[in-house]
C-alpha cells in the first residue's frame, strides 16, 4: 500500500531575506548585521562577535549585497514554486524594509508594500506563507545605539515591528516564527542576535541575557498575534538535531544529556512557559544574574507557542572523554564524529534516522504540533550549458529524510504540520558567505564573487519533487 502523508500537510520550501533578496539600500531599507559580514576567512570571527565590523569595509566582499536578487524577481520564483505545487513558502521579513533603524515610531511603506505584494504573490498559487519575523536579522543602528539583544530596549522595537507586521498582514499570513534558531545566540551572537564582545566582558553573560529578552520578546509576539487574529498560529524554531552519546560509557551519556538541554532551554521556556530548574541551577554555578521582572515571567507563562518549528541536518555526537577531540563542521556547531555516517562536501553529516529520532525526541518533550523548516543538501552543483544540474544525490538525501519524517509520523505518531526544504532556490550560505554551496531545486546562475546573470533554471530535483507533492509523499 502506498503511505501517504496526512491530508493538508504543508509541503515547500524557505528561504531567508538576507540570504536572497539582495537589494539591500533600496526603496528606504537600512543596514543591518547580515548585510557587513563578508565572505573569507573573517567571517566567522564577524559572525561569533570577536571581530568588530559594524559597516562595509574595502577589501572585502559581502553577498547579500545583492544575493539573488530576490527583491526583483520573486514574481518569477514565486510562479516556479507554485509549478512544483508548494503548499507553503517559508520567507523572512528584512527588519530593516519595515523600521530602517529599528527605532522609528512608523514604519517604511515601500517596504510594506514589497511584503504585501509577495504574500499576495503566494495566495495566487495557492501558497500559504510562513513568515520568519527575524532570521538573524537586526537593525545596525540598534547595535550601534543599543548592543543588539543585551538591550532591554529591544522589546519595545521588537513589539512594534510585530503588531505592524500582524495588523498589516491580517488575512494575508497565518503561520508565524518569532526568531530563526534561536538557540544560535550561543553560537555565533552577531549574526543571530547583534551581539558584539568587548575585550573582557562576561559572554555567557551578555548572551543569556539577550536569550531572556528574545524569550520574552517572543511571548510578547505571540500574545499580540493572538489578540491581532485568533486564527494566527505562532512557532518557535530550534536548530535541532540529537546528541548521541560517544560511547555507551555513562559520563558520555550524561553529556549528550547536558548539550542537548544547551539546545531544549530555549524550546523549553517557549513551549512550557518557564525556566527550567537545570538551568537556575547551571546559572547559579556559573555565577550568571539575568536580570527579569514578575511581568516577564508571566508572559513566559501564559504565551507559549502553538507549535515547535525546526531545522535538521544532522545529529550530534558528545563525549565526556577529554580525549576524543576528532571534530566535524556541522550547521555552525562542531561535533564529533560519528564513524557510521557520511558526510557532505562540507562536513555535515548525514543522518536521516537521525531525523526521526529528533522528531520523537522533540514529539515526548513537549506534544505540541511540530513542524520542520529547515532540512536539505548543501552541494556544489555543474550545471550543464541550460543551467540544467542532474542533482541526484540532492534527490537521495531528501527522499531518504522525507522517508525518515514519514515513519515518524505513520509508525510512532507525531504530529508533524508540514516540511519546506531549505534553499528550494539556491541562496548564498549563511555560514560560509558561498553561493556554491546550494540547496536548490532552482539554480540560480551567480558564482562566489557575484559574477552570473542570476539566471534561474530547473534541476532534475525540481521534477522530482513536484512529484512527492503531487502524490502527498506517495512517491519518493
Ligand atoms: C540554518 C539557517 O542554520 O542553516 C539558514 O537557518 C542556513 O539561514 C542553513 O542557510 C544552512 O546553512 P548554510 O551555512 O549551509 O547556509
Redesign the pocket.
Known sequence: MTKRFPDGFLWGGAT?AN?CEGAYNVDGRGLANVDVVPIGEDRFSIITGKKKMFDFEDGYFYPAQEAIDMYHHFKEDIALFGEMGFKTYRLSIAWTRIFPNGDELEPNEAGLKFYEELFKECHKYGIEPLVTIT??DCPMHLIKEYGGWRNRKMLEFYERLCRTLFTRYKGLVKYWLTF??IN?ILHAPFMGAGLYFEEGENEEQIKYQAAHHELVASSIATKLAHEIDPENKVGCML?AGQYYPHTPHPRDVWEGLQLDRENYFFIDVQARGEYPNYAKKMWERKGLTIEMTEEDLELLREHTVDFVSF?Y?ASRVASGDPEVQEKTAG??FASIKNPYLDSSE?GWQIDPLGLRITLNAIWDRYQKPMFIV?NGL?AVDEPDENGYVADDYRIDYLAAHIKAMRDAILEDGVELLGYTT??CIDLV????GEMK?R?GFIYVDRDNDGNGTSKRSKKKSFDWYKEVIASNGGIL
Open positions: 531567508a540570504q532570521h538573524f530563526n534558531e544560535m536548530a531545522s541536518y550547521n555552525v562540507w529547515e548543501g531549505w534553499g550560505s549563511a555560514s560560509t554551496k540547496y
